[in-house]
């Protein structure tokens, strides 16, 4: 799996952006929270049309402001196709309204070159990556297919790299740092 202090790899893949007509899909490229010197966090799930999956990428928008906030462009991503992220943002209420990208790593060339894909199906593990504006992977988690993450802490570890300061144990913004 690439991990802390590598570089996140170039990637320029197509995404569900929103449900209107003609304007579902678009190219998302790892240059583009490069180029807007921002921070990138990239979730990824195992599948489309599942249990636990829904459950992260709504909590992720329920917090898109706090990402805006702390200057960070959001992406969730599976194996799945673009028209499958379609066809399930279409039929579940959850999801209709997302405020980020859904990417379609269809080939899977993204997920062998992070090193997250699971043996035997070839779908990604529940992966997270915060990633600073110059494309350098700060901070990795890797949670088991059936263990839905904590956004609260996606927020929390993006919010001590952004101090550039050394953070203790449970540290949470506003605290002092060492």
């Not at 320029?12 to 190219?27: D, T, Y």
């Not at 110059?134 to 993450?149: P, S």
Request: charged content about 25%; aromatic content about 10%.
């Amino acid at each position: 799996m690439l991990s802390i202090g590598k570089k996140f790899p170039n990637f320029k893949k197509k995404a569900i952006v929103s449900l209107e007509m003609g304007k579902e899909f678009a190219e998302v490229t790892s240059e583009d929270h490069r180029k807007n010197g921002q921070w990138l966090v990239m979730f990824w799930y195992p599948k489309d049309f599942t249990f636990v999956c829904p459950t992260e990428i709504i909590s992720f928008n329920d917090n898109y402001a706090e990402f805006s906030k702390r200057n960070t462009a959001l992406i969730g991503a599976s194996t799945d196709s673009e028209y499958v992220h379609l066809g399930w943002r279409q039929s579940h209420a959850g999801l209709k309204e997302l405020l980020f990208p859904l990417l379609a790593d269809t080939s899977k060339s993204l997920g062998k070159a992070l090193g997250i894909l699971e043996k035997s199906e070839k779908i990604a593990y529940r992966v997270t990556y915060i990633v600073d504006p110059k494309g350098i992977i700060r901070w990795v988690n890797a949670n088991d297919l059936a263990v839905g993450r904590n956004i609260e802490e996606v927020l929390r570890v993006l919010d001590a790299l952004q101090t550039g300061a050394l953070t203790p144990c449970n540290w949470k913004k506003g605290q002092q740092t060492l």
